[in-house]
């Protein structure tokens, strides 16, 4: 019996608390990556599908009941129709495409993310390798993201620009974390 409590011991002081910690952390950004990522494909593919190819929306349609369960003025309804219209015509016809595939890409790299920080809070020491892999691509997906970004408009650059350049610094101090605990614990990069 005191065997087993000391090996159980053993093994738990043997896991690294900066994997541990990352680990979470990777959990909780891994969800809400998922989250952005996914729907940015539904907001891409919604936006494509529905919109006229002249790129004028129809006039708002405030239906009265409607507008009282919402909490929203006729004024209200009417700009968030000219928002989209405004979005639709200043976005370049590559956009949602490009969009769609990046975000696509973000948000199964995102759900792996999600598996690695389980790993790494049981500290597998596989998994230490696969987060800095895990990192490197969702930064790649960010610069991706950056370049189509810049590449268009003042209006969709104000929209994505700074939680793209968030996601970026955020993978990148990850990927950081994840080179320095591995170099702690005597592993290569």
Known sequence: MATSITENNSSVTSRP?????????????????????????????VMVAHMPASGELPAAECPDDELEEEGLTVAECEY??????????????????????????????????IIVGGALVNYNPLASGGAVLVFAVLILVDVGQFAAVVNTGPILRDIYLWSILLWFLIHLMMLCAVIAGRQGNGQTT
């Not at 608390?17 to 996914?38: D, N």
């Open 17 to 45: 608390a900066w994997a541990s910690a990352l680990g979470v952390v990777t959990i909780v950004l891994g969800v809400f990556l998922s989250a952005y990522h996914g729907n940015e494909v539904m907001k891409q593919a």
């Open 80 to 113: 968030m129709v000219t928002h989209i219209e405004g979005i639709a015509l200043s976005t370049p016809g590559w956009f949602p495409g490009v969009q769609m595939w990046l975000a696509g890409i973000g948000t199964v790299i995102a759900f792996i993310s």
